[in-house]
């Protein structure tokens, strides 16, 4: 089922990027589509074996693609804003206390720990270093430019991005 998936996805994402190269089936070529149709199988050959069922069944879903544009669009967006605000501060006034933070989540699958790691690396001042699945939560070893707290023991990801671990939260 993830080969015919990641078949399907491939081979829509090329057509859609290639659209209006020729004249058949209104905005493609024959060759374009013969060609969209072998590297969509190619990817996908790839892409099976690596990638869990669980995600792929949790990519599938379309309330999860709603869900997650909206997140997108509102939440990480005022992280990311509030992110450059407090660098910005710490910058200038020097207030800066490094610290490499463990973090335990909490999430089912894979996937809303893939999202959580990626949110706060891509947020300023904080850098995802690692991802630790070897127990049943995941946990996420985050670079922080400031933290207040003693470091060396978990701690949840609310405390460290309390925005972007609500809203993961609802959609995973």
């Not at 989540?105 to 809303?112: P, Y």
Request: aromatic share 18%.
């Amino acid at each position: 089922m993830a080969f015919v998936f990641y078949t399907i996805l491939s081979f829509c994402s090329y057509l859609l990027l290639t659209a209006g190269s020729g004249s058949f089936i209104l905005i493609w070529s024959l060759e374009e589509i013969a060609v969209a149709l072998a590297v969509s199988l190619f990817i996908a050959f790839l892409s099976w074996r690596f990638v869990p069922s669980t995600v792929t069944a949790q990519i599938a879903n379309p309330f999860r693609w709603f869900a997650f544009l909206i997140y997108l669009l509102i939440p990480f967006l005022i992280g990311l804003v509030y992110a450059n605000i407090e660098v910005t501060y710490r910058v200038i006034t020097g207030r800066i206390k490094p610290a490499i933070v463990k973090l335990d989540t909490d999430f089912k699958g894979s996937l809303g720990t893939f999202f959580l790691a990626n949110s706060i690396t891509l947020s300023p001042g904080t850098l995802s270093i690692e991802l630790d699945e070897s127990n049943d939560s995941h946990s996420i070893y985050v670079h922080c430019l400031s933290w207040q707290k003693s470091t060396g023991k978990g701690f949840a990801p609310k405390e460290v991005a309390p925005f972007i671990y609500y809203w993961l939260r609802k959609i995973f």
